[in-house]
């Protein structure tokens, strides 16, 4: 079955092409046959399209909305020039698999979209305002292109933590907050995290009970989760992706008062405020250079930037203050996985973060993680580390392309 799976954004859209089946999931033996992004949707935007083990072809093109973005894919897939040799026309992509932000409380696990579906979507507008909008015009416009008949599925960001405990998805907050408006942690990046836990449950041939782990996605957007016994029963970003981690644009934990407090003395907005807290703080608040970790890790090096290493040490103490709280949370563990660009590319970032967790058992072998970037996977600590470390590149396309694969299939996960 050739999937399409599309991560549309409200400028953007991220997709791949994956031929998988469920033989092919049982057997590790999935496809990938095309990969790109499209930006700057919405006037001249900018196409980044590859088919698997062919150039890169780049160009631009006027498209003016996701639905021409999506058009716009669709027809370059099935041109003999792309080289996506196993797409000829439109019937050889047989499902296609949405990434979509929120699922709220309602979606804890992905679904195959019926209207019904759609319309739950739509409720948790309220709750993602800026992705969910994106990711409902990515699926009426594929409904258009390819027919109602097409199977469509939905994977959620926040489904894998819909297992949080009461005690750690409420806010201390009045409970009728709660309950009139859902007011909760929901967390994010769930199939990144569900997807390093399938992996090393593979790595270590054990059972989905036996995976007592701390992932940590460091990408551009950080989180960290714990799983106890194959589920997630806490995670760092909260009701949106705001909390937690310093990030490459946003915060992180941060005391509520300072709104008000910055909102009376700067005079802003809360709109305005919220656009500080996501956008310009995290890395690139700290440091005033950039968001982008190679480079501030460049500066603190060969400049020796204070305000860079200054944005470094916080991000990776943040990030070791959070593994300390689930290992007390989930009374102990056993492993941390890296993941995401920085977690699978920064071999110093993660020296960085173990750096003083000797005392939970720790032991970070040097070598092993230096040689573990650009897309390897495997053991950094110590074999007899009492706290094992990977490093598991994070796969989400592929998990979506399966997870569509069973949907249609009608097979539970
Ligand atoms: P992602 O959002 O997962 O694509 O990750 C993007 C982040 O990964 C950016 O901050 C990049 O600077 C960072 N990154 C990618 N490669 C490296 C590397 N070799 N060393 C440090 N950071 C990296």
New binding site residues.
């Given amino acids: 079955m050739n999937v399409l799976v599309l991560n549309c954004g409200s400028s953007s859209i991220k997709f791949q092409i994956i031929a998988t089946d469920l033989e092919q999931i049982a057997q590790n033996a999935d496809q990938r046959l095309a990969r790109g992004i499209i930006e700057r949707i919405g006037g001249e935007a900018v196409c980044s399209l590859q088919a698997e083990g062919k150039a890169k072809q780049r160009s631009t093109a006027q498209l003016r909305d996701i639905r021409a973005a999506v058009d716009f894919i669709i027809r370059w897939a099935c041109t003999q020039e792309s080289g996506v040799d196993a797409i000829q026309s439109i019937s050889d992509i047989h499902a296609v698999g949405h990434r979509v932000v929120h699922g709220g409380e309602r979606f804890q696990q992905s679904m195959l979209i019926s209207d019904e579906v759609l319309h739950g979507i739509d409720d948790c507008i309220d709750l993602a305002p800026l992705h969910n909008p994106a990711n409902i015009r990515g699926i009426l416009a594929t409904r258009e292109l390819l027919g109602a008949g097409m199977p469509q599925v939905a994977v959620f960001d926040t489904a894998f933590h819909q297992t949080l405990p009461e005690q750690a998805y409420l806010y201390a907050l009045p409970y009728q907050f709660y309950r009139r408006y859902k007011v909760r942690r929901y967390g994010f990046h769930g199939t990144s995290h569900r997807y390093v836990a399938y992996r090393y449950r593979n790595l270590l041939n054990i059972p989905r009970e036996q995976v007592n782990i701390i992932t940590l996605h460091l990408?551009?957007?950080c989180s960290a989760t714990a799983i106890k016994a194959g589920d997630s029963v806490d995670t760092s970003m909260g009701m949106t992706p705001l909390e937690g981690l310093v990030m490459?644009t946003r915060s992180g934990d941060i005391d509520a008062s300072i709104i008000d407090f910055l909102m009376s003395k700067e005079g802003l907005t809360a709109q305005e405020i919220e656009g500080l807290l996501n956008k310009q703080s995290g890395l690139l608040g700290i440091s005033g250079l950039t968001?982008?970790?190679?480079?501030l890790?460049d500066e603190a090096r060969e400049n020796n930037d204070r305000r860079a290493l200054l944005a470094i040490e916080l991000f990776c103490y943040r990030a070791r203050k959070y593994i300390g709280a689930y290992l007390a949370a989930m009374g102990g563990a056993d492993a941390v996985i890296f993941t995401?660009?920085?977690g699978e590319?920064?071999a110093e970032?993660r020296a960085r973060i173990c750096r003083g967790l000797e005392w939970s058992g720790l032991q970070l072998v040097e070598a092993a993680n230096a040689s573990m970037?650009n897309g390897n996977e495997g053991l950094i600590s110590a074999a007899d580390s009492r706290l094992k470390a990977y490093v598991i590149p994070t796969d989400e396309e592929l998990l979506i392309a399966r997870d569509t694969v069973r949907c249609v299939n009608k097979v539970q996960r």
Wanted: no cysteine; proline share 0%.
């Fill in positions: 990408g551009n957007g490459g968001n982008d970790m190679r480079e890790l995401g660009g920085i590319n920064s970032i970037t």
